[in-house]
């Protein structure tokens, strides 16, 4: 037992040693047959001194010497010829591993004595010493027989006789109490030579065979043929050992195969349903971009995060140039007009609700409210302006007055006074001075009436009210110099009125007449020159009123709206004009050319109802408008659309540093800062000098020279080293007889070559650009216009694209003896237009009338080869086409009014990268990459330049600013999903 109660030893009594002998069972009451049926297991002794099942054996042991040894023992012959199904095939106790704790330790031990049919002895010198053995084995020969103790020898000498050796004793291995209680030698075993801790294991062959020779006397059957039950159970195990890892490999196979097809099954719904909720956002988006082009935006992006396809890839990068908008909500009915105040940091927004609201829009991207809303008109508001310094705003209304108000702080606006009255029904429209000391209100009461508001808490009537309309007077605006009142009317005329002393107002000349029903809106442009009229016959009309006496028309109507146009706002730089119509929407107009304009992109949507006023920021780059919808709109307006141009846009091209943009179309040219592609600005005055359509623009490769061809024959050199200051070079370059269609400089910028309509090529020597020479003479061959000329990059060769259907190379490594490459590239069944080579100098695109782009391998220029069938997808001739710096992008410009990118990095198998590029309103008729190849430029006969970025990242940064509070979780469920958590694309 244990260590800790063992005593001193008592002197052993001599007795001769016995010799080692193998455990002999007994023979059985059971037939060998009836013993195998029963696995060779006795039963337990119940009923012993109250247990309740009893043990086979008890081992007693010395804890200091046999403390591995016992435990492995227990082991052996509990697993013994053990069959599979049992826990174990003795039950045997050992104290520490079968007492719980208890204070009765003594009598816990005598319960299992009592309990056990056998007591196995681990015998040795210190065993013998041990109080707790001699204890134990004293209660068994006290109340059982000793032929059931079975001895284990493990150290010392086995002597069972009451003499315990010869020697004195103390190699003894039996307890004083078992000395003379046998009256022959007994059964034992000979453990003494297991040594070593690491010979404790199952696993060793004599260990086995010593548990053997035990098992088979606790079980009562002969050694052998335990041993072949045990062989067979351990086969048997072994068997069911391996089908049951057979059988589970099987049942993790099918397992893993069902958790395989589930996943996958999961995965495919999973994939499924993204691709329906990512099929009926893209479905969405595209049905509101003719309603909302804002939210169409977000759902876009929204897409883009769960699949970012080519399509929408292009899609997000003409959104970055589509203006785009920010609702503003807070009033309960329909918002009337709308005004920023001079510094752009304050928006007004009045309301049939009876309210005025101010917004702090210092950041248009994130507009806020202004403390509570402006209360005192007691009907509807109709009008409202702020005066030029901001500090007084007034609004008139459906209550008859005018109301001045106090805005300095606009957080706490405060009323100036009492009301202004003398109108005798509605004010439709309130508009301050350019000094800002008068105040004209028009009304429904169809007069005009003049206030003096130099002081605005003290203003008073200024003269009697302007006579003359016939009907509502709907708008008031003066010119910028304050000396003339325009007025329109629901009588259709606009009346201007000389105001230069304000107390005594007279009419300039006869009313303006055109329109066909009432005037809702008229407005000044900056230099007050221009005035613009919206009407209820649906259209815009534009007046020439520098001579405000005798004022003239200066275009035809301006259509497109299918509503009334309650609206017209100038932009700042008096290029654009702004119109908001009942048809809910705002246009934008290209006025840069007053006898020529035209739209400006597609008409800005997002309003569910009428458009009733609109109003521009004082940089021009926000536009507030006001609607029925009771919302206010935000629109941020892209200056990578660039106007100034009068007429049709024919040319771009960068400099080569990509920090001049240059453009040419209407009798000039024009240079832009686009060192920031995202705000481009203009370079000085424009370049004059032709006398016709400028049709082609070119840097030098120093980006020193400019050079550009006309529609009057010849071409022109320009000094750009300053591009703000540009000059000319000398006389023009003359020699063609026709239009000079393109311009071209050598990669060293040593030549020049030129394409004109007279079916020649020229080549001039342009070393000195101030004195330009002819290089030999033209090149002919083709049979009509050369529409194109341009280089490889090695500047051996050059490559001419012509009306008469071909494509040309010449060899021009010596450029004063230049020669043809071969026969001409056909293919094309219609005039070619454009012609560019790879930046490699292998690849040769061609642009076509006959809609297509073509690839040409010219590797070796004297025998080109077609690249595949030509890439389809234009509807309209192909007028210009341009390689990316890396090749692997080709752009394309086309008369259908688009720009297309093709995927051009693997040459065998080019592909559309994406939709096609919407925005501009006519034919594009150049492209152009910037050297780092981020931004791409085109030109259109909507005359207008358009910058579009290649970083798609860019334009999602853009969309997120400013369409802020567009996808709300109410429109997420409508458009995008029930069921999916609102998780808005814009962080």
Excluded at 155 to 184: H, I, M, S, V
């Amino acid at each position: 037992m244990g260590a800790s109660g063992e005593q001193p030893p008592k002197p052993p009594t001599p007795q001769p040693a016995g010799d080692s002998a193998p455990l002999e069972a007994p023979a059985s009451d059971h037939t060998r047959s009836n013993q195998t049926a029963r696995d060779l297991h006795p039963p337990h002794q119940d009923g012993v001194r109250g247990t309740t099942s009893g043990y086979d054996a008890f081992i007693s042991y010395s804890h200091a010497l046999d403390g591995s040894l016992a435990p492995a023992l227990q082991t052996g012959l509990e697993r013994f010829a053990k069959p599979w199904y049992r826990a174990r095939a003795l039950r045997v106790f050992r104290d520490n591993a079968s007492l719980s704790a208890n204070p009765g330790l003594w009598t816990s031990i005598e319960e299992a004595l009592a309990a056990s049919a056998w007591l196995v002895l681990m015998a040795s010198p210190r065993a013998a010493q041990s109080e707790w053995v001699n204890r134990e084995v004293a209660w068994w020969l006290a109340n059982k027989s000793p032929q059931r103790v079975l001895v284990v020898l493990t150290e010392g000498k086995f002597a069972y006789a009451d003499d315990a050796g010869g020697d004195d004793g103390t190699n003894a291995a039996l307890p004083p109490a078992l000395r003379g209680a046998f009256r022959e030698s007994p059964r034992w075993v000979d453990l003494r030579w297991l040594h070593d801790v690491e010979q404790v294991d199952q696993s060793n062959p004599r260990l086995r065979d010593c548990v053997a020779d035990i098992a088979a006397a606790v079980r009562e059957v002969p050694k052998d043929e335990l041993i072949g039950e045990h062989i067979r159970q351990h086969r048997r195990t072994m068997q069911l050992a391996r089908g049951a890892v057979t059988a589970l490999a099987i049942l993790l196979i099918a397992a893993l195969v069902a958790a395989v097809v589930a996943f996958q099954q999961r995965a495919t719904a999973q994939k499924e349903r993204d691709t329906a909720i990512f099929n009926q956002i893209t479905a969405e988006a595209d049905r509101l971009s003719s309603t909302d082009i804002s939210l169409a935006a977000q759902l876009d992006l929204t897409a883009y995060r769960m699949q970012p396809t080519p399509d929408l890839r292009t899609t997000l990068i003409t959104l970055e140039d589509t203006p785009l908008s920010t609702p503003l909500t807070g009033h309960t009915d329909s918002v009337s007009a709308v005004a920023i105040s001079p510094d752009g940091r304050i928006l007004a927004s009045a309301s049939w609700d009876r309210t005025v609201r101010l917004w702090n829009v210092s950041d248009p991207a994130h507009p806020t409210p202004l403390g509570a809303p402006l209360i005192g008109n007691t009907n509807r508001i109709f009008a409202m302006a702020f005066s030029p310094d901001g500090h007084t705003l007034a609004t008139g209304g459906a209550d008859h007055t005018v109301r001045l108000w106090n805005v300095t702080d606009p957080a706490h606006p405060t009323a100036l006074g009492p009301p202004l009255i003398g109108h005798t029904s509605s004010v439709e429209s309130v508009a301050f001075s350019p000094d800002g000391r008068i105040l004209a209100s028009g009304s429904y009461d169809r007069t005009v009436r003049l206030w003096n508001v130099a002081d605005p808490a003290h203003p008073t009537v200024l003269s009697a009210p302007l006579i003359g309309h016939t009907n509502v007077v709907r708008s008031v605006a003066f010119s910028s110099d304050g000396r003339t009142l325009a007025s329109g009317s629901d009588d259709g005329t606009v009346r201007l009125w000389n105001v230069s002393d304000p107390a005594h107002p007279t009419a300039l000349g006869p009313p303006l007449t055109g329109h066909t029903s009432s005037v809702e809106s008229v407005a000044f442009s900056p230099d007050g020159r221009t005035l613009a009229s919206g009407s209820y016959d649906r259209t815009v009309r534009l007046w020439n009123v520098a001579d405000p006496a005798h004022p003239t028309v200066l275009s035809p109507p301006l259509t497109g709206h299918t509503n009334v146009v309650s609206s017209v706002a100038f932009s700042p730089d008096g290029r654009t004009l702004a119109s908001g119509s009942w048809d809910q929407t705002v246009r934008l107009w290209n006025v840069s050319d007053l006898a020529l304009p035209t739209a400006l992109g597609p008409p800005l949507t997002g309003h569910a109802s009428t458009v009733g006023s609109v109003a521009f920021s004082p940089d021009g780059r926000t536009l507030a408008s006001g609607s029925a919808d009771r919302t206010v709109r935000l629109w941020n307006i892209p200056d990578a659309i660039m106007t100034g141009h009068t007429n049709y846009v024919n040319a771009v091209a960068f400099s080569p540093d990509g920090r001049t943009l240059a453009s040419g179309g209407d009798q000039t040219v024009r240079l832009w800062n686009v060192s920031n592609p995202a705000h481009p600005t203009a370079l000085g005055p424009p370049l004059t000098g032709h006398t016709n359509f400028v049709s082609s623009v070119a840097f030098s490769p120093d980006g020193r020279t400019l050079a550009s061809g006309s529609d009057d024959r010849t071409v022109r050199l320009w000094n750009v080293s300053d591009p703000a200051h540009p000059l000319p070079l000398g006389p023009p370059l003359t020699g063609h007889t026709n239009t000079v269609e393109s311009v071209a400089f050598s990669p060293d910028g040593r030549i020049l070559t030129t394409g004109s309509w007279d079916q020649t090529v020229r080549l001039w020597n342009v070393s000195d650009p101030a004195h330009p020479t002819p290089l030999g003479p033209p090149l002919t061959g083709h049979t009509s216009a050369v529409a194109l000329v341009a280089f490889s990059p090695d500047g051996r060769t050059l490559a001419t694209g012509s009306y008469d259907q071909t494509v040309r190379l010449w060899n021009v490594s010596d450029p004063a003896h230049p020669s043809a490459l071969g026969p001409p590239l056909t293919g094309d069944t219609n005039s070619v237009f454009a012609v560019a080579f790879s930046p490699d100098g292998h690849t040769l695109a061609t642009g076509s009338a006959d809609t297509t782009v073509r690839l040409w391998n010219v590797s070796n220029p004297a025998h080109p080869l077609p690249l595949g069938p030509p890439l389809t997808g234009h509807t309209s001739a192909v007028e210009s086409v341009a390689f990316s710096p890396d090749g692997r992008i080709l752009a394309s410009g086309s008369d259908d009014d688009t720009v297309r990118l093709w995927d051009v990095g693997d040459l065998a198998h080019p592909t559309p990268l994406g939709s096609p590029l919407t925005g501009h309103t006519s034919a594009v008729r150049s492209v152009a990459f910037s050297p780092d190849g981020q931004t791409l430029a085109s030109g259109s006969w909507d005359h207008t330049v358009q910058l579009w970025g290649m970083n798609v990242d860019q334009a999602i940064q853009r969309i997120c600013a400013t369409t802020t509070n567009t996808l709300t979780p109410t429109t997420w469920m409508q458009y995008v999903s029930p069921g999916l958590p609102y998780h808005p694309p814009c962080p």
